[in-house]
């Protein structure tokens, strides 16, 4: 009568709760199910203020299962909470599961009810009855915390030697949520936790692998002689020597399978002599599990991962590499997607192994599924090198040209700028891509992206000035025919006008006046950035100061904005207008080429001395620190 299968069952529960689910699934409305679930609760409030001697076993049990499925349906029921903690100290065995089940769902381990279970669960850990001990121990796996866990700890590493395979299972996983709970917590009991891998129910060394998995991560090296053990075990596994019941697809033991790979990953990281014994059994995993069923492609990448993660192996890579291509030539996305993660786990070992499977990873680029596209792009990165990084970049920037998706045009001009820093075959192909980047996402482009480029065209490469020069004429050349277009992004328009300006005097097919001329014709331009504008006239300034005498179409326009709304665009026009009365000193101030000069800063500002002793000789007061000023004593 109290088996696991008569309370699911719910034979044991009464007509009218039927009922209530059976009106509750057949709600036509939120607000319809909320009336009921009202009533419910309001009888709910009722029947449990009643003594428990007056409403029998019975339907206390159901009014707490009651209180559950309220719960469950997002209405608050905390009256029952303390009735569920009292349904925990019946002897009935059902009564006393259905308290737990209530309290793990219902309550939460920082709860205050809490304190008030931890004498019943030491009892129920010290049962006779197998199953007051696993439902003990469930709640205990869901409430722990750490003011109650040394109340209890000691009662599950005791059962640890349960002579039922069920309770040791669950006093293992116990244990991880101590764990997890409170790290350190199991320092003492390694030991321990060494000897449950070799219990003989395989159900109990698979759940400590959980346990040990996390040991492992926090301190390899004190486990670094369980890998043989850990070898073996999976050998024993990928062999069918388990029972059939572990089976999943005729798969011996996946889940397990891949928990023992994670933990073997993390024992052979950097580590040769462990990895060598790792290696004869990946091999013969990923033989094994390649049946062509997803329990075995799961099974597979995660044997790659672990291949990936310790001391690498030549043949084992390769072997690795070739079962990869599988999912990546899929139809599958979910197998794409895996084939993409797992090559790019092996392009951080060595490129070579992914390489071969450029093309196909290309193409992937051109899925609809916007996740499989954002990991191909990171992929792709990590596989590019100074031989293919012309093909990847074009392929980069076909795809930027395409999207209209904001954050995947942000990757892909983040990773375009990146490979063209890092690997460009010449100068002259750096600033066309970049030019591409900067036109066609120039409104995800970073100011700091722009910054490198005029960077780089001022210093070049430091090392040919020939090479330098022959880099700023063909910036030049084609700033100069960006500015013929209609219309170009703002960062565009300003590395175009820097470059003008600093340079402008290179250019083969324009004089000067012909560029002050598209200059001022752009100050009409249409601009997102109002400090556009002040970049155009900054332009304009330097390209006159290198002319005999000041065009009138300069003068007008700097005379037109000079009203403008921006004080630092008029700053600008009056500065140019100032110097334009004053070519001598225009030409003084603004010299050719002369971005990357020295600038000499005198701190003091001692030019002004005689200005400071003029103006105190007529009558100015002198100037006093802050702190000395007669309003601020």
């Not at 040990?212 to 486990?223: G, R, V």
């Not at 690795?320 to 997607?337: C, D, G, P, Q, T």
Request: proline content about 3%.
């Amino acid at each position: 009568l109290h088996s696991p299968m008569f309370l699911m069952s719910g034979a044991h529960l009464s007509k009218d709760f039927f009922e209530l689910i059976k009106n509750i699934g057949e709600c036509k409305s939120k607000q319809e199910e909320e009336k009921i679930v009202r009533n419910e609760v309001a009888a709910l409030r009722q029947r449990l203020s009643e003594s428990p001697a007056s409403i029998g076993l019975k339907k206390s049990k159901e009014a707490i299962v009651r209180v559950v499925y309220v719960e469950m349906l997002g209405h608050v029921a905390d009256f029952g909470h303390i009735h569920a903690v009292n349904m925990t100290q019946q002897t009935n065995l059902l009564c006393k599961r259905v308290g737990y089940l209530a309290c793990s769902l219902c309550l939460h381990p920082e709860h205050e009810l809490i304190t008030l279970l931890v004498n019943t669960i030491r009892r129920d850990l010290k049962s006779t009855n197998h199953l007051e001990v696993c439902a003990a121990l469930i709640a205990v796996s869901k409430l722990v915390n750490p003011e109650i866990m040394p109340a209890v700890i000691e009662c599950i590493v005791d059962l640890l030697d349960h002579q039922h395979e069920v309770v040791r299972k669950k006093a293992v996983m116990a244990l991880h949520r101590l764990h997890i709970v409170q790290s350190g917590s199991l320092s003492a009991l390694t030991d321990k936790l060494r000897r449950v891998l070799c219990d003989k129910d395989p159900a109990v060394m698979g759940a400590s692998l959980h346990v040990l998995h996390m040991l492992i991560e926090e301190q390899p090296l004190a486990f670094k002689d369980l890998v043989p053990s850990f070898v073996s075990i999976l050998k024993q596994i990928t062999e069918h020597r388990l029972p059939s019941s572990f089976d999943y697809h005729r798969m011996p033991a996946p889940w397990i399978q891949i928990k023992l790979l994670k933990v073997l990953a993390s024992l052979g990281a950097a580590d040769q002599k462990s990895a060598e014994h790792m290696y004869e059994v990946l091999y013969d995993v990923l033989k094994r599990a390649d049946t062509g069923i997803n329990i075995g492609f799961a099974v597979v990448y995660e044997c790659v991962r672990t291949v990936t993660a310790i001391y690498p192996n030549v043949q084992l890579m390769e072997t690795a590499a070739n079962h990869i291509s599988r999912f990546v030539s899929s139809e599958n996305h979910n197998l794409k997607y895996l084939g993409i993660k797992s090559l790019a786990g092996i392009v951080q070992v060595n490129q070579k192994y992914a390489l071969e499977h450029q093309l196909v990873v290309v193409e992937c680029m051109e899925d609809s599924d916007e996740t499989l596209k954002r990991k191909t792009l990171d992929l792709l990165f990590k596989m590019t090198n100074a031989n293919n990084v012309v093909f990847v970049v074009d392929k980069l920037v076909a795809h930027l040209r395409q999207t209209s998706d904001v954050h995947f045009r942000g990757a892909l001009v983040d990773r375009i700028t990146q490979l063209a820093e890092r690997y460009a075959p010449d100068n002259a192909w750096f600033i066309t891509t970049m030019n591409a980047v900067f036109e066609l996402g120039g409104d995800v482009v970073q100011a700091e992206t722009a910054h490198n480029l005029l960077r780089l065209i001022a210093e070049g490469g430091g090392e040919d000035e020939e090479a330098d020069m022959e880099l700023r004429l063909h910036a030049v050349t084609a700033y100069s025919a960006l500015l013929n277009k209609s219309w170009i992004p703002d960062v565009l328009m300003k590395v175009v006008c820097w470059t003008l300006g600093e340079y402008g005097y290179l250019s083969p097919e324009y004089d000067l006046s012909d560029l002050v001329e598209m200059l001022c014709d752009a100050m009409d331009r249409q601009f997102e950035d109002g400090s556009t504008r002040c970049w155009v006239m900054a332009a304009v300034t330097k390209v006159v100061a290198q002319m005999a005498a000041v065009p009138d179409q300069a003068v007008e326009v700097a005379t037109k904005y000079a009203g403008s709304e921006s004080i630092t665009l008029q700053q600008y026009c009056a500065e140019f207008l100032a110097l334009a009365e004053a070519p001598a000193v225009m030409v003084e101030v603004l010299p050719v080429d002369a971005s990357c000069d020295d600038l000499e800063v005198d701190p003091a500002l001692g030019f002004l001395d005689g200005f400071v002793q003029e103006a105190l000789r007529q009558g100015a007061q002198p100037y006093l620190a802050p702190g000395e000023r007669p309003d601020e004593l």
